[in-house]
């Protein structure tokens, strides 16, 4: 897939002088061809059956928020009259053209993908979805039971008339268009009618074992109110019923200079997401041309923002099925993470800490020693005081349950709450006010910068070397959220450290965060929106210029996203210079690779497989000394100079060279997972020897597995 034009042929010389617009590639394309990508692990033959079903699903739960985030924010552009043009040299409306057939062409994909293969090889295994016509006497006798049971109680159908507008469809929601013809009770010819379905009933429901005749057999919600929907409208002739469903714009627009208390600006703006513009309508491939029309025009769509599918209009509700079916042999095989061998030997985290800095390499490797060290802070009489900054943690995290304890239990609990976590603002309030109920000092970060950096610091009074008392800093640095379920799908890096320059560091940043002052030079750390981007663009610019005195050089770097333009431009200019780059970028990539006399010493990588690839790490050869950091941050706009991010070296010669092969070089032998960006945009599958598979991912559960 060519997503941009081809570059002239004679590039400049300098990043300063400034590349074209054509030496970048478009965000949002960026983002459907790593779509695309995850796709082709669902189309994979040697990807296990449910775990195809599993990436079908990721595949629209990745649209869904495209279309509610990027989507939405092309359209608001185009409403404003935008004539701003993207890094790559595109107005609004020509991104939304691209954006509107590629999207189109993917979902077509996508669910022939699920008709013709997944379906039927699941039915082969015993794992059937039963349509309406497949139902057998006895099926329909229980499903019309559990419909005038469980359904037709908690179900209020609209009929549409001038006492009856139409209803607010929330934001994703299953709905039902339907068609009717005849009079009501009184005597109302209303010829159309809303049903949305509750979402307190389940849109997949697994009928009891002895009525199947395969050990799984599944009915969607769906099938149940298309067969039942004359129920609802008695004595009246239903003539088409139509499930549909709207993505709305589900950006918060919250002026945080202007508001005196964000957290309450920001519950009250919650409710509204359900409800902001549409920006897409999914029905079935069955609907009625003018029931199509009447829906685009209530809410207000044109016939590009249309997508007719053939199956479910939600395809993520089925993400719970490969967890409901008890079968593992159609499933990745399970492992179990392993833990390095001082914690083995060590049950007291801090013992442990202070014999050596400590790195996990989750999933590989547990996040338990970082749940049992703040446990263990909580109840620790020498621990005086604990700060921690929360993005993403979940609504039922055991970290968040000991900060509270450590709070009632006396403890200087201060905690940076980010709450404009897109999606995860409703559960860090809930966070936030609950410490606040036992003493613990919240903070909401810095007005106008997201706190996204990866921190926590542990107080500790403990005995001197001289017999006196001091105060030591216990710190734990990530890549990823402090998030024990993500902690088992997405690949990060921690570090545990007593370092005392690290820990003034750390120490540093929360006094910004929770104060007010100026930056000071930190020792170790890069912190953006200060230090960072110029950093790391100083650590390609000093590879540029070794290569350019003949000397050795070399940058290797991993991160999600790739798209800042200064710092593709130094990226540009150390090719240009000689220096061999490899970048291993999970999503979109803005950067042009391999070409010529531009960026012909510049390899792009894509890991997908069955962990998602989140950590961020950056090498640089530095005349031999090799320094390795790694960060929150990707190498994005936003998070060099709208965030509170972190980079953090690792200074321990051994975790160094650990960092190295299992972050950098492993992923760069894989001929299994990797997709390599060529010079016209395009991605395709590295292929490898048949006699020696790599597999980054394989390799490393056993390389770090208990």
Request: glycine share 6%.
């Amino acid at each position: 897939m060519n997503t941009a034009a081809t570059p002239t042929e004679t590039p400049p010389s300098k990043a300063t002088d400034g590349f074209p617009s054509d030496y970048f590639q478009n965000r949002e394309m960026g983002l459907l061809a790593f779509n695309r990508r995850v796709l082709w692990q669902a189309k994979n033959h040697k990807t296990p059956l449910l775990e195809r079903l599993r990436f079908l699903c990721i595949v629209s739960s990745n649209l869904d928020e495209f279309f509610e985030i990027r989507v939405a924010g092309v359209k608001e552009q185009l409403k404003l009259g935008s004539v701003a043009l993207t890094t790559d040299g595109k107005t609004a409306r020509e991104v939304y053209s691209l954006v509107s057939d590629e999207t189109h062409a993917l979902v077509k994909e996508q669910y022939a993908l699920f008709n013709e293969e997944i379906l039927p090889q699941l039915a082969s295994e015993g794992i059937r979805f039963l349509k309406r016509g497949d139902w057998s006497p006895a099926q329909r006798e229980w499903i019309s039971a559990f419909f005038f049971r469980e359904v037709m109680p908690v179900i209020t159908p609209i009929g549409l008339d001038p006492s009856h507008p139409f209803p607010r469809v929330l934001n994703k929601s299953l709905n039902f268009a339907v068609e009717l013809e005849g009079r009501d009770a009184f005597g109302r010819s209303s010829n159309a009618a809303i049903v949305q379905a509750p979402r307190v009933l389940p849109r997949v429901i697994r009928l009891p074992r002895e009525l199947g005749d395969s050990e799984y057999c599944f009915i969607f919600l769906s099938s149940i109110l298309h067969e039942f929907v004359h129920e609802l409208f008695a004595g009246m002739k239903v003539l088409g019923c139509y499930q549909f469903r709207v993505t709305r714009n589900s950006n918060l627009f919250v002026d945080e200079e202007a508001v005196k208390n964000l957290r309450a600006k920001i519950q009250g703006e919650l409710p509204q997401r359900h409800f902001g513009n549409a920006v897409r309508l999914e029905v079935a491939n069955n609907c009625s041309e003018a029931m199509a029309e009447f829906l685009l025009g209530h809410f207000d769509l044109t016939e590009r923002d249309l997508f007719r599918v053939a199956g479910p209009v939600n395809l993520v509700r089925l993400m719970q099925v490969p967890d409901w079916v008890l079968r593992d042999n159609l499933k990745f095989q399970p492992f179990k993470p392993g833990t390095p061998k001082v914690l083995q030997k060590n049950a007291n985290v801090f013992d442990a800490i202070r014999g050596g800095d400590i790195l996990l390499h989750h999933p590989y490797q547990s996040f338990n020693p970082v749940i049992e060290l703040l446990d263990q802070s909580a109840a620790d009489p020498q621990v005086v005081a604990i700060k921690m900054t929360v993005y993403r943690t979940g609504t039922d995290s055991v970290l968040m349950q000991s900060l509270l304890r450590a709070a009632q239990n006396g403890k200087e609990v201060t905690v940076v709450v980010e709450l404009m976590a897109r999606f995860d603002e409703e559960a860090n309030i809930g966070w936030a006010t609950k410490l606040e109920e036992v003493g613990a000092h919240v903070i909401y970060g810095v007005v106008g910068y997201k706190t996204h950096a990866k921190m926590l610091m542990i107080v500790r009074r403990e005995e001197s070397k001289a017999g006196g008392s001091l105060l030591r800093r216990y710190v734990h640095l990530g890549t990823g959220n402090y998030h024990p379920k993500t902690a088992r799908l997405y690949s990060d890096f921690g570090l545990l450290t007593c370092n005392e320059d690290i820990g003034a560091d750390a120490n540093e940043v929360f006094k910004q965060l929770t104060g007010l002052g100026r930056a000071q030079t930190l020792k170790h750390l890069w912190q953006a929106p200060f230090s960072l981007q110029p950093n790391v663009v100083a650590g390609i610019r000093a590879e540029a210029e070794a290569a350019r005195t003949g000397k050795r050089s070399r940058i290797i770097a991993k991160m999600n996203s790739l798209l800042e333009p200064e710092t593709i431009a130094a990226l540009y200019e150390a090719s240009q210079a000689g220096v061999k780059i490899d970048l291993i970028v999970r999503g979109v990539c803005g950067l042009r690779a391999g070409v010529k006399d531009l960026s012909e010493n510049i390899n792009v990588w894509s890991i997908i497989g069955r962990q998602l690839e989140h950590h961020r790490v950056f090498y640089f050869f530095a005349d031999g000394e090799e320094k390795v950091y790694l960060s929150s941050a990707d190498w994005m706009d936003r998070n060099f100079f709208r965030r509170i991010e972190l980079a953090f070296p690792i200074l321990d010669r051994k975790l160094k060279r650990r960092v190295i092969t299992e972050g950098l070089q492993i992923y760069l032998t894989d001929n299994t997972l990797a997709w390599e960006l060529g010079a016209d945009g395009s991605y395709h599958q590295r292929r490898g020897s048949r006699t020696s598979p790599h597999s980054s991912q394989a390799e490393l559960i056993e390389l770090l597995k208990d």
